[in-house]
């Protein structure tokens, strides 16, 4: 066989392509590419190393088989050329035989021939049984290239792995549509909720900024789509069986994962969600247990993880949560009905756990004159609105319903997320844009000579607390004298300074005759308690004239990406600047030292990377502090702080990253990409 051959037979028993158009096999397929990647890559090595032996060996006793063709070809030659010498010497000795005279004369050569002939006959005998010795093993090398054994056993694998992956594949389609949420909802008579409060944040488990609104809360939802924590209620539940008392109802969307409880899931990204705990490999127990049997004590509602939710309506729990004075309060309904209003989606009222449709308008009583029997004077009416509920929406119906959410919707609900920086900040550069404003912080606190003469960037009336110069206590309670107020309500302020921080909290400096005040805005605080959110007014003095009169031969602190750390010795704001830049030496150090350790103990890597972003930490306070400075005409200040953090790393990437991140009302800005 040729070379040519030998090509042609391997590409005609490559293994067949598994391309019928059914769904038991081709959709099998395309199910093992998705669920079952790392299986189908060891199979696929294994296939290709049996193919490869396969190959090989038949390459080999292909080189073998032609070898032996070459040597029974070299003997056919060599038989041919006996006997025609043969033929030969026989037909010169019959003619001596009848001629006497010529036998006369060849007397001598006729014995000569002779030999030859015996030694020819003989050899022919030699090359006759090589020959046959040849053709056997010609045979033989033939059966073993014809040999399939190895291909037939890769098509045994293959068919094998395809006969798991069919089963494979009929289990997991049963648990698709046991994860079904409209599946859920018909199967067990029940509602999944997604609750969404107002200004309350559950810590760590949210990617969102504590104290975001319901109004935000709803674009996330409806812009991304992004992996929740459900609640089911059914006929008969309280409030005490879902999250909140306001949200989102669902008909569409992929169970992840069910708990009879809170299972405290977090979210690890706009599309990925922890599954908490309790939860096995059989989802659909998971979620019947999750539906029949939730624990009281575990928040008395269940939890269930849902991607790619679709909601089909607003709703509100008419419900209050007993024993709970904190619930007892109306739900936001006039805000929630103009969020159905704004993105088109239908209100619902939940009421003892079942759905109805609901206007919301004034009471007709309210709308009429009311009477004083005790006067015996008619008043006017006093309206109100109420909730009314109409007809009963059922789980099965309410599970045919949809609502479409147009590409464009999602797209301005994204923008107008993306824009407003609801989400917590992480990563380097997050902590980069905070250290900028820590700098502009600190210039502010050093030079508060320069926030009396600068120019007043806009004047405004103040509305918080009125500042007393002297406080009396008594029982817990402060009462000022109205002649030692130093700032009055209403009165008119100059603002001189004003910080904003990616994270939403933000400070002004107020200018009056009495001198001047600074106001802290802390970023909308988890809770319900909004006094914790409240701004908190000072009488400014500035670390140069005030508390920090004393502080002057002290150290200063400086926060790095690993917690704050001392500056090292006395620091006034003449030197300020330099003994901020010099703990890049310090960082250095540790940098070297780490480089070092981390050969032998890879665990402290981070550690390592903690110091170097500390480098970067620095550029940005130091670029922040000369921000601040050029604001109030201080050029020196500025150029000096600006030159060291260029010795870090070149301004124009500071001014890039600082473009990027923060939008135009100071927050953190993330990407879409970044979310998901």
Not at 63 to 78: C, T
Not at 301 to 328: A, I, T
Not at 614 to 632: T, V, W
Request: with cysteine; glycine share 8%.
């Amino acid at each position: 066989m040729s070379a040519e051959s030998l090509n042609q037979l391997g590409a005609d028993e490559r293994l067949p392509e598994r391309d019928v158009a059914v769904p038991d096999k081709q959709t099998v397929r395309q199910f093992s590419k998705e669920q079952n990647p790392e299986e189908r890559k060891k199979l696929a090595a294994e296939l290709w190393a049996g193919r490869k032996e396969y190959f090989d060996k038949k390459r080999s006793h292909q080189e073998v088989f032609d070898g032996l063709i070459g040597s029974a070809k070299k003997n056919e030659i060599e038989v041919a050329e006996v006997v025609s010498r043969l033929q030969e010497i026989d037909e010169i000795l019959r003619e001596r035989k009848e001629s006497r005279l010529k036998a006369i004369a060849n007397v001598f050569n006729t014995p000569k021939l002779e030999r030859e002939r015996v030694e020819l006959e003989g050899r022919g005998e030699e090359i006759a049984a090589a020959q046959q010795i040849l053709q056997e093993q010609i045979s033989e090398r033939q059966r073993q290239i014809e040999d399939r054994t190895l291909l037939k056993g890769a098509r045994k694998q293959l068919d094998d792995f395809y006969a798991g992956e069919e089963r494979a594949w009929v289990e997991y389609q049963e648990a698709e549509r046991a994860r079904d949420v409209k599946n859920v909802i018909e199967r067990y008579g029940a509602y999944v909720v997604h609750g969404i409060k107002d200004h309350f944040v559950p810590g760590e488990n949210s990617m969102l900024r504590y104290g975001v609104d319901m109004e935000t809360k709803l674009k996330v939802l409806l812009a991304f789509e992004p992996t929740l924590a459900t609640s089911t209620i059914r006929s008969g539940d309280r409030p005490q069986n879902m999250w909140a008392r306001e949200g989102a109802l669902l008909t569409g969307g992929r169970v992840l994962s069910a708990s009879q409880g809170d299972a405290a899931t977090v979210a690890t990204g706009i599309k990925q969600r922890t599954e908490g705990w309790g939860a096995t490999s059989n989802i659909a127990e998971n979620i019947r247990k999750a539906i029949e049997g939730r624990v009281v004590s575990r928040g008395g509602y269940n939890e269930l993880v849902v991607e790619n939710p679709q909601v089909v309506g607003l709703y509100v729990c008419r419900d209050y949560k007993e024993g709970d004075p904190r619930e007892r309060s109306p739900v936001a309904v006039e805000r929630i009905v103009a969020l159905a209003q704004e993105t088109g989606l239908p209100l619902y009222a939940i009421s003892k756990g079942e759905v109805y449709e609901m206007t919301y308008d004034f009471d007709p009583e309210s709308l009429k004159p009311r009477r004083d029997d005790f006067l015996k004077i008619n008043l006017p009416p006093k309206p109100f609105k109420r909730i009314f509920l109409g007809r009963k929406i059922s789980p099965s119906e309410l599970a045919q319903k949809s609502v479409d959410i147009s590409d464009a919707q999602r797209v301005e609900c994204a923008r107008e997320v993306l824009g407003s920086s609801p989400f917590r900040m992480k990563g380097w550069e997050a902590g980069y844009v905070s250290q900028r404003t820590e700098g502009s912080k600190m210039y502010v606190d050093l030079h508060p000579e320069a926030l009396k003469e600068a120019p007043a960037r806009y004047s405004e009336v103040y509305t918080g607390e009125p500042l007393y110069s002297q406080m009396e206590y008594s029982a817990g309670r402060s009462w000022g004298k109205p002649e030692n107020i130093i700032l009055d309500t209403g009165e008119t302020v100059e603002v001189v300074s004003e910080v904003r921080a990616p994270d939403g909290s933000w400070q002004k400096v107020l200018r009056t005759a009495e001198g001047l005040f600074r106001q802290r805005f802390p970023s909308p605080h988890f809770g319900e308690d909004k006094s914790q959110s409240q701004p908190k007014t000072e009488r400014f003095e500035g670390w140069e004239e005030g508390y920090a009169k004393s502080q002057l031969t002290g150290n200063f602190h400086l926060g790095l990406a690993g917690g704050a750390h001392d500056l090292g010795g006395p620091a006034r704001k003449e030197t300020y600047i330099g003994a901020v830049f010099a703990q890049v030496a310090y960082c250095n150090e540790q940098i070297t030292e780490l480089e070092i350790l981390v050969k032998e103990k890879p665990y402290m890597e981070s550690s390592l990377e903690t110091y170097r972003q500390s480098i970067n930490y620095i550029a940005y306070y130091l670029y922040g502090f000369g921000e601040e400075a050029e604001k109030f005409g201080d050029t020196q200040t500025r150029d000096k702080a600006w030159d060291r953090a260029a010795e870090i790393m070149p301004l124009d990437q500071i001014r890039e990253v600082i473009q990027r991140r923060v939008n135009e009302k100071g927050g953190y800005r993330i990407t879409r990409e970044e979310l998901e």
